[in-house]
Each structure stands twice: as C-alpha cells, then as structure tokens.
T-cell receptor
Framework: NAGVTQTPKFRVLKTGQSMTLLCAQDMNHEYMYWYRQDPGMGLRLIHYSVGEGTTAKGEVPDGYNVSRLKKQNFLLGLESAAPSQTSVYFC???????????FGQGTRLTVV | SQQGEEDPQALSIQEGENATMNCSYKTSINNLQWYRQNSGRGLVHLILIRSNEREKHSGRLRVTLDTSKKSSSLLITASRAADTASYFCATVSTRKTSYDKVIFGPGTSLSVIP
C-alpha cells in the first residue's frame, strides 16, 4: 500500500499562475484534508472532505478551491497564486473525522 | 484559530533523559492526538487518547489528558537521538456545528543531543 501520495513534491510558480495539487489515498478513507504548514504556525486546515462529492472549508480557505470527484482523490487548486501562498502543503486522510490521520510527504510550493 | 497550543516551543535534552511536552486546548474535545514530524517529512500519528481516558501508553510514550484543565502531556522516556523531531498535538472537538476534523497546534521542536 502506498498510503497517501502527493504530487508534485516541489513547484515554483509566478504570481498569478494557477496550479493543482493532487492527493491520492489507497486506504478507502472517507475523510481527506489539505493543510498548509508555515514556520511557527503549525498546520492550518485549508479545506477538507467527508466523502466523495463533498467539500468543506477549514481555517484558511481563501484563495484555494478543492474537488473530490473520486473517493481516492482530493485536488487542491490555486487559481491565481500569491506570494502569501508560499508554504508546504500536506494532504491527509482518515477513516472518520475523529480517527488518526495519515499524511502524505508534502508539496513545497514557492510563489515568486 | 488553532485549538491546541504546545509548550514549550522548543526543547533540548541529552540522550537518555525524559522529554515532556504539554498541550492546552480551548473547547471540549472528542479526542486528542499526538503526531511526530521529522524534518522535511509528513506527520506520523503516535497516539490517540479519548476524552474519557486519563492516561495511555505506547512503548516509551506516555500521554495524559486532564479535561478539567483542558490540557494534555506527552512524555518520552529514555530519549534517543532518533526522537529528534517536531511534535504536534491535535484535537477533534465535540462541536456539532460542523463536521469532525483534526486541528493542530503549532508544535514543539525536540532536539535530543547524543
């Protein structure tokens, strides 16, 4: 089992460009999450999904969109990247919302 | 705002010593979880303690939970250099105005000196 896989691992964007981060899990988990991690801030929840076809806003959703068309995939989109979105992005999944979460290895995004 | 806050922000100890990290949170919880993150890697789940539990053990890890004080502690006994990492507490609140979700604190950076 691969667990949670994120692509890409690194990306540099210019301000105003768009991109999509892909998260895939093979554990048949219902819940999937996107977090961003910034120095001294811990992990902040961007958006999450409680099942196929559903999405919900987290703590810092502005500037991001998500989609969960298939149970195993959770996509995070940046329509118009800004330098403030420079961060490390982590995807996670869990069986339910109150069970342990499994994390991907992260995507390091730099917006210049 | 973040649910959990770890204390201290950074901790440096000698190999073989015990390391204690604390976590305080603001609202009622369903459970509290501790995670470890090695530099440049994703988070790894260590232990989950439910709101009706007071103490839990896993190998060299001991977690306590005091719901009256809204706090938890993680004790790592006989630390090793390989324990060097950041440690995060995460909470699942009992609020029913939204779906259950895991909210993380800012973390404690632990350095174990050989």
């Amino acid at each position: 089992n691969a667990g949670v896989t994120q692509t890409p691992k690194f990306r540099v964007l210019k301000t105003g460009q768009s991109m999509t981060l892909l998260c895939a899990q093979d554990m048949n988990h219902e819940y999937m999450y996107w977090y961003r991690q910034d120095p001294g801030m811990g992990l902040r929840l961007i958006h999450y999904s409680v099942g196929e076809g559903t999405t919900a806003k987290g703590e810092v959703p502005d500037g991001y969109n998500v989609s969960r068309l298939k149970k195993q995939n959770f996509l995070l989109g940046l329509e118009s990247a800004a330098p403030s979105q420079t961060s490390v992005y982590f995807c996670a999944s869990s069986y339910r919302g109150n069970t342990e979460a499994f994390f991907g290895q992260g995507t390091r995004l730099t917006v210049v | 705002s973040q649910q959990g806050e770890e204390d201290p922000q950074a901790l440096s100890i000698q190999e073989g010593e015990n390391a204690t990290m604390n976590c305080s949170y603001k609202t009622s919880i369903n459970n509290l979880q501790w995670y470890r993150q090695n530099s440049g890697r994703g988070l790894v789940h260590l232990i989950l303690i439910r709101s009706n539990e007071r103490e839990k053990h896993s190998g060299r890890l001991r977690v306590t939970l005091d719901t009256s004080k809204k706090s938890s502690s993680l004790l790592i006994t006989a630390s090793r250099a390989a324990d060097t990492a950041s440690y995060f507490c995460a909470t699942v609140s009992t609020r029913k105005t939204s779906y259950d979700k895991v909210i993380f604190g800012p973390g404690t950076s632990l350095s174990v000196i050989p």
